[in-house]
T-cell receptor
Framework: AQSVSQHNHHVILSEAASLELGCNYS??????LFWYVQYPGQHLQLLLK??????LVKGIKGFEAEFIKSKFSFNLRKPSVQWSDTAEYFC??????????FGAGTQVVVTP | GAGVSQSPRYKVAKRGQDVALRCDPI?????LFWYQQALGQGPEFLTY????????KSGLPSDRFFAERPEGSVSTLKIQRTQQEDSAVYLC????????????????FGPGTRLTVT
C-alpha cells in the first residue's frame, strides 16, 4: 500500500530564513507528486506538482521541490520565507486516476 | 470565478442522526472526489466519481457512508446513524480529468464541511 510521510509536524522560523519540508513516499507504480498548501481560513490549493521530466519543479510564490527517485523523496523548499507563508503544507501522491494520498501535514509558522 | 462550493459549512449532529453533505464542483469538471480530514491529519480519500459513475469507493469507512452524483454534477455524501468517530472535515474536490492517466490534472478543493457528532 502506498504511504506518504512528512518529517515535521510543526516548523517555526523567522522571516527571510530558508525553508525545507521533507516528504517521503512509498508507491509501487508511476508517481504523481504534489504539494498543497492551506493558508489560514482558506481552501487547500496546489503549490506545485511533478509528473515527469525535470525533477526540479517550480511552483507558485517562489516554492520549488525536487523529486529524488532513489530516495523516494519530494522535498519542498523556499530560499527566503515571508510572514505570509504561514500555513499548513501537505505532500501528496496521486495515482493515475487522480486519487490522492496525503501526508499528515506540516504546520509552518513564520515570525516577523 | 466560481470554485468548488460545499454546504453546509458546519454541521452538528447528535449521534444516530443521518446527515447529508453537498458538493457543487466547478462547472465542466468531470471528476469529483470526497476526502475526510480528521483533526491534525491530512485528508484521506473516501470516494471518486467520473461523471455520474462512482468508480472507486474503497475509502468509505463503513456501509453507513454513501455518496451519489446522479446527474454528473452536484454530489451528496450521506452518513447514516452518525457516530462520534465520524467527526471530521469533509472535503470535496473536482478536476478536469476524464481518463485513466488523468492524475496529472489539478484537483480544486472546496472549503469543506466540518461535521461534529455529539
Amino acid at each position: 500500500a502506498q504511504s506518504v510521510s512528512q518529517h515535521n509536524h510543526h516548523v517555526i522560523l523567522s522571516e527571510a530564513a530558508s525553508l525545507e519540508l521533507g516528504c517521503n513516499y512509498s508507491y509501487g507504480g508511476t508517481v504523481n507528486l504534489f504539494w498543497y498548501v492551506q493558508y489560514p481560513g482558506q481552501h487547500l490549493q496546489l503549490l506545485l506538482k511533478y509528473f515527469s521530466g525535470d525533477p526540479l519543479v517550480k511552483g507558485i510564490k517562489g516554492f520549488e521541490a525536487e523529486f529524488i527517485k532513489s530516495k523516494f523523496s519530494f522535498n519542498l523548499r523556499k530560499p527566503s520565507v515571508q510572514w505570509s507563508d504561514t500555513a499548513e503544507y501537505f505532500c501528496a501522491v496521486g495515482d493515475s486516476w487522480g486519487k490522492l494520498q496525503f501526508g499528515a501535514g506540516t504546520q509552518v509558522v513564520v515570525t516577523p | 470565478g466560481a470554485g468548488v462550493s460545499q454546504s453546509p459549512r458546519y454541521k452538528v449532529a447528535k449521534r444516530g442522526q443521518d446527515v447529508a453533505l453537498r458538493c457543487d464542483p466547478i462547472s465542466g469538471h468531470v471528476s469529483l472526489f470526497w476526502y475526510q480530514q480528521a483533526l491534525g491529519q491530512g485528508p484521506e480519500f473516501l470516494t471518486y466519481f467520473q461523471n455520474e459513475a462512482q468508480l472507486d469507493k474503497s475509502g468509505l469507512p463503513s456501509d453507513r457512508f454513501f455518496a451519489e452524483r446522479p446527474e454528473g454534477s452536484v454530489s451528496t455524501l450521506k452518513i447514516q446513524r452518525t457516530q462520534q468517530e465520524d467527526s471530521a472535515v469533509y472535503l470535496c474536490a473536482s478536476s478536469l480529468a476524464q481518463l485513466a492517466g488523468g492524475g496529472a490534472y489539478e484537483q480544486y478543493f472546496g472549503p469543506g464541511t466540518r461535521l461534529t457528532v455529539t
